[in-house]
Nanobody, 115 residues
Framework: QVQLVESGGGLVQPGGSLRLSCAAS????????MGWYRQAPGKQRELVAA???????NYVDSVKGRFTISRDNAENTVLLQLSSLKPEDTAVYYC?????????WGQGTQVTVSS
């Protein structure tokens, strides 16, 4: 069983930065594809950033150049650095891990961008 625990969300002013962390346990972390989705009120969940087990990355267009995903296999952690934040980035951010058709989710962490 895979457990994912997110942390690092909070309230930040426009233009600010946050770093989200997702700690994984119960699995061989390095073989999993990892990433982050987000869901804003009244909107569908969208993929924000993805990181394959081989290190390739993919971002939704709206965050390219502002968000960076990375992983630390030694610490079983995937990070999402959020910079130049905008009010439209406000959402609950969910970490996921995927391998061979199985997907696991964290509980979500709230990011609010507001002045």
């Amino acid at each position: 069983q895979v457990q994912l625990v997110e942390s690092g969300g909070g309230l930040v002013q426009p233009g600010g930065s946050l770093r989200l962390s997702c700690a994984a346990s119960g699995t061989i972390f390095s073989i999993y594809a990892m990433g982050w989705y987000r869901q804003a009120p009244g909107k569908q969940r969208e993929l924000v950033a993805a990181l394959s087990s081989r290190g390739s990355t993919n971002y939704v267009d709206s965050v390219k150049g502002r968000f960076t995903i990375s992983r630390d296999n030694a610490e079983n952690t995937v990070l999402l650095q959020l910079s130049s934040l905008k009010p439209e980035d406000t959402a609950v951010y969910y970490c996921y891990a995927a391998y061979r058709g199985s997907t696991y989710w964290g509980q979500g962490t709230q990011v609010t961008v507001s002045s």
